[in-house]
């Protein structure tokens, strides 16, 4: 999501540099580019105009090019604000004095966090992680979540190496191809998101007959909006509950955006830990 949103703001015309300057009378926001769909690029402007017309002031969005331009930018205090990843999170918070204070929650799901689960067809054989052995198998993308570094940590904390275990491994690009690889028995099991699993079986591109969870994640906290510690509380406060307001808007793959609620840094130990396992160099991630 943080990918979308940002990318349809590039498509429309945000500039890229320099970062904005710091002002009283205006929000900047940090949002990172990636390629993606032209539906995404009228949603993000709706989200935009809806967060300026709650807070009564400009906001500003700044698109790097990368994380750690975002990162950066709040460092150095061009920036107020910024929609990051919940990896990309961790390493702000050791590097910029910033803090996650709300996550987007959809109609659709309610919640603001999700798991990552891997699955098989109910005829494979497959039933528990030890039976992946020598199966193949699909993750999503080398920097996805869900679809690769919590499943891959969650199973070298059971002892299983996932880099020895299975038999043929391959990144299918999205969670759909993903799922659809296991139900069209290209792959004998996959990591996904559950709320795209759950998608899928809605939308009857799978039958949920077919198909059984046989790992499943902590929940994995969405991505977060931060802010500097530094803004003025009044602002924060302002922000917070305009966050909270913005409702009735697509938001991606996720559905309609129902607004943000509050959460806290603690709530990204669970990604803080999978890091430390996977010993994953966190400025290396897009």
């Known amino acids: 999501m943080t990918r979308r949103l940002a990318a349809a703001l590039l498509l429309i015309g945000v500039a890229t540099a320099p ?10 926001i940090g949002l990172i580019p990636a390629e ?16 300026r017309d709650q807070m009564g002031m400009p906001v500003k969005p700044f698109v790097a ?42 109609k659709k799901t309610g919640q603001s966090a999700y798991k990552s689960v891997i ?12 039976d992946l052995k020598g199966r193949n198998f699909a993750f999503v993308d080398p920097t996805s979540a869900s679809g690769h570094l919590f499943p891959k940590a969650g ?17 299918s690009g999205s969670h759909d191809a993903s799922i659809l690889a296991v139900a069209n028995k290209k792959v004998d099991a996959a990591a996904v998101a559950d709320r795209i699993l759950a998608s899928a079986i809605a939308k009857g591109q799978v039958k949920s007959d077919d198909i059984q969870v046989v790992w499943s994640s902590d929940p994995i906290p969405e991505s977060p909006m931060v802010w500097r510690k530094d803004l003025d509380p009044a602002l924060k406060a302002k922000l917070q509950q305009a966050l909270a307001n913005v409702k009735d808007l697509p938001w991606g793959d996720q559905g309609v955006l129902n607004g943000f609620q509050p959460t806290s840094d603690a709530a990204y130990d669970v990604v803080r830990d999978t890091a430390k396992v996977l010993k994953l160099d966190l400025r290396s991630m897009k």
């Open 19 to 28: 970062a904005p300057a710091l002002a009283a009378d205006a929000l900047s």
């Open 36 to 51: 993606d769909s032209q539906a995404m690029i009228e949603s993000s402007r709706q989200v935009l105009d809806q967060l």
């Open 65 to 106: 090019t990368d994380y750690n331009g975002v990162i950066e930018a709040l460092r150095s205090k061009k920036l107020d604000v910024a929609y990051l990843g919940p990896f990309s999170y961790v390493l702000a918070s050791s590097m910029a004095n910033v803090e996650a204070f709300a996550v987007a929650v959809t």
């Open 119 to 130: 699955i098989a067809r109910k005829d494979s054989g497959i039933s528990k992680p030890a």
């Open 155 to 171: 199973l070298m904390r059971t002892g299983i190496d996932p880099d020895k275990f299975f038999g043929r491994v391959i990144f």
